[in-house]
């Protein structure tokens, strides 16, 4: 893996057909979480990807699609327009120097624009091709653990411990489907900022999905790329 810290010699050497850009926020995690819980979990789980498949590691986006949590202080947001922006800007910047896929790896589950966004630039020959994987898409308890729950807060007692704060945990599962943040926004359904079991977390847990997570972005990069070059040039996108 040639790494963010790489020289511009050791990257021009380094013969990379994929870099992997993580995608974090910026947001409330109700009392328990730090605001950049999402950025961490994108840091660690991203560095082990690409360590894994070999691709060159991008710093993942601190800032994304937080509109959800409106409301709550310390949480900054993009519009879906800018992130879309961000995203092909930072495309362009790495077709420029020979990579061939640009790996976005999602931790944030407002990011909606990101599917339109890589299908777009997909679909009409953009290079480098767009992958975009989902890393909760790859741990099967999530439900009904969407925000601050029993799942970030294990990955984060794993992660880095000293961040959580143990006596404000809060337990919070509302009696709406998650679809209803578009009606309501996080604080009209949970005032505490929380959608799930927090209390139920540990960092053997949050080891277990941590892997859970990493192993499941690798099998699904590896199967699309195998895709992507058995593709007759007819009809390669």
Known sequence: MVGSESTTYEIEEGNLASAILGIGSFE???????????????EKV???????IGAFYLNPLPYSVSLEHIGFAGTVLLKPETLKRVIWDIAESV?????KYLVLLNFHGGNFILNPTAREWNMTGGAPKIILLDFYNGI??????LHAGEVETSLLLFLRPESVRDKLLKDHVPDLPRSDLTHFGMKGISPEGVWGYASRASA????????????????????????FQSLPPAISI
């Open 46 to 52: 991203s560095r082990k990807v690409a360590e894994r």
């Open 95 to 99: 077709a420029r120097w020979g990579v």
């Open 28 to 42: 409330q995690h109700s009392h328990h979480l730090p605001v950049e819980t999402d950025f961490i979990i994108a």
């Open 204 to 227: 053997e847990k949050g080891r277990e999905w941590f892997y859970e997570g990493v192993s499941y972005l690798v099998e699904r990069y590896n199967r699309i790329i195998e895709k």
């Open 140 to 145: 099967k308890d999530m439900a009904p653990n």
